[in-house]
């Protein structure tokens, strides 16, 4: 019934930039919490950053100034700006939606930086 689908991913260059975009299914988008995750091999997955139904911002010190997040509740998306992207963003990534305490998952984005 709900459902998230990631795109945007893809191979960049160091120092480059990449917008990743989270559609949903949910007929209630606008009041889940969203998140990026992500997770690299041999890697646990952490929160890269997070944004609440009033649009408070929350970020992983190691992207915090280069990414942004930031969502469109009358699209049901949900965005992920990554700017100076370094070696160490490979990854993938998902997209998350939390109602209440039930967690909604997509299915994950391909993120390669490399020259």
């Known amino acids: 019934q709900v459902q998230f689908v990631e795109s945007g991913g893809g191979l960049v260059q160091p120092g480059g930039s990449l917008r990743l975009s989270c559609t949903a299914s949910a007929r209630l988008f606008s009041i889940y919490t969203m998140g990026w995750y992500r997770q690299a091999p041999g890697k646990q997955r952490e929160l890269v950053a997070a944004i609440t139904p009033g649009g408070s911002t929350n970020y992983a010190d190691s992207v915090q100034g280069r990414f942004a997040i930031s969502r469109d509740n009358a699209k049901n998306t949900v965005y992920l700006q990554m700017n100076s992207l370094k070696l160490e963003d490979t990854a993938v990534y998902y997209c998350?939606?939390?109602?209440?305490?039930?967690?909604?998952w997509g299915q994950g984005t391909q993120v390669t930086v490399s020259s």
């Open positions: 998350k939606g939390r109602m209440g305490t039930t967690d909604y």
